[in-house]
C-alpha cells in the first residue's frame, strides 16, 4: 500500500482518530453488502423496498419474509475479522475518537471496540415498535425456529423488527450528534468499506475535511468523497486496514 509520503509520515501523529465504516469491513467474515458487485440489493432490486418501514408494518408477508431472513443470516455463524481486530487494536491504543459504523452485525464489539456509534442500529436485539421493549434478538429467533412466522411482542402484542432503521425511520438523533461531534474533532478520518452514498453517514467525511482531518477512503469502488480524499485505497480491507493502523501506531520518525 503507497500513500503520499507527507501524509504516510504524519499518520503517527494522528491523536484523534473518527473511523466510518460499512459493510465492506464485513465481506472478509462471510457477511454480503449490499451495493457491491454481488451485494444483496444488487442481486435483487426489490430488496431495498421490503426494507421500508411503511412495507414492513402493512405487509405481514414481507415480516414473515424478513424473519426467515433473519433466521438464516450469516451473522449468526461470522467472526470478527482483521479488518475489525486492527481498529480494536486502534482503540487499546487510545488512539480511536470514536468509531462510527453503518452496519448492524455487532462484529466491532465483538472484536473489542467500545466506542463504537452504530448509526444504523443492531440486528442482535429485536425492538416492539408500539411498547419499545428490547429484546434479545436469539430469543424471538428462536419462536421463529418454534413455528411463529411473525411473532408479535410478549409484553403488549406489538409489531417487533429488529432494533435497525429501515428506510423512512428516522435515526437516533443522539447517536448521529455523537458522531458529527466525532467527525469535527478529529484530525485522521477513515472511511473504510463504504460506498458513502448513503447520508447523513457519508457526509461526516465532509464534516471531517472542513474541520481540518485529513481523510482516507478504503473502499474497493470509487466513492463521491475521493476528490477530497488525502489517499484512497483499492486493496482489500483485510489487509490495508492492518497495514494502515501499523502505520498510525508505529514510532514517529
Given at each position: 500500500m503507497e500513500l503520499p509520503a507527507a501524509l504516510a509520515a504524519a499518520l503517527p501523529r494522528a491523536s484523534a482518530i473518527t473511523v466510518l465504516t460499512g459493510a465492506g469491513i464485513s465481506t472478509d467474515s462471510g457477511i454480503p453488502d449490499f451495493r457491491g458487485a454481488e451485494g444483496l440489493w444488487t442481486r435483487d432490486p426489490n430488496a431495498a423496498e421490503r426494507a421500508t418501514i411503511g412495507a414492513y408494518l402493512s405487509d405481514p408477508e414481507v415480516r414473515r419474509e424478513t424473519w426467515r431472513m433473519r433466521r438464516d443470516h450469516a451473522v449468526w455463524g461470522a467472526e470478527p475479522n482483521?479488518?475489525?481486530?486492527?481498529?480494536?487494536?486502534?482503540?487499546?491504543?487510545?488512539?480511536?475518537?470514536?468509531?462510527?459504523?453503518?452496519?448492524?452485525?455487532?462484529?466491532?464489539?465483538?472484536?473489542?471496540?467500545?466506542?463504537?456509534?452504530?448509526?444504523?442500529?443492531t440486528m442482535l436485539e429485536a425492538e416492539c415498535l408500539a411498547c419499545g421493549l428490547r429484546t434479545p434478538m436469539p430469543d424471538v429467533l428462536a419462536r421463529v425456529a418454534a413455528g411463529e412466522d411473525d411473532p408479535p411482542c410478549p409484553e403488549c402484542g406489538g409489531v417487533q423488527k429488529a432494533a435497525t432503521i429501515s428506510f423512512g425511520q428516522a435515526l437516533d438523533q443522539d447517536v448521529l450528534d455523537a458522531a458529527v461531534r466525532a467527525a469535527r474533532s478529529c484530525?485522521?478520518?477513515?472511511?473504510?468499506?463504504?460506498?458513502?452514498?448513503?447520508?447523513?453517514?457519508?457526509?461526516?467525511?465532509?464534516?471531517?475535511?472542513e474541520h481540518g482531518a485529513a481523510l482516507i477512503v478504503v473502499n474497493a469502488a470509487e466513492?463521491?468523497?475521493?476528490?477530497?480524499?488525502?489517499?484512497?485505497?483499492?486493496?482489500?480491507?483485510?489487509?490495508?486496514?492492518?497495514?494502515?493502523?501499523?502505520?498510525?501506531?508505529?514510532?514517529?520518525?
Open positions: 482483521a479488518g475489525h481486530r486492527a481498529l480494536a487494536d486502534l482503540e487499546r491504543a487510545g488512539r480511536l475518537r470514536a468509531l462510527v459504523t453503518q452496519n448492524i452485525d455487532g462484529l466491532h464489539r465483538r472484536a473489542g471496540s467500545a466506542a463504537v456509534l452504530e448509526i444504523h442500529g484530525d485522521l478520518f477513515l472511511a473504510v468499506g463504504t460506498s458513502l452514498t448513503v447520508q447523513p453517514a457519508a457526509g461526516l467525511c465532509l464534516e471531517a475535511v466513492t463521491p468523497y475521493d476528490p477530497i480524499a488525502a489517499a484512497v485505497v483499492r486493496e482489500p480491507i483485510g489487509t490495508a486496514l492492518p497495514e494502515l493502523v501499523a502505520a498510525v501506531l508505529a514510532p514517529p520518525s
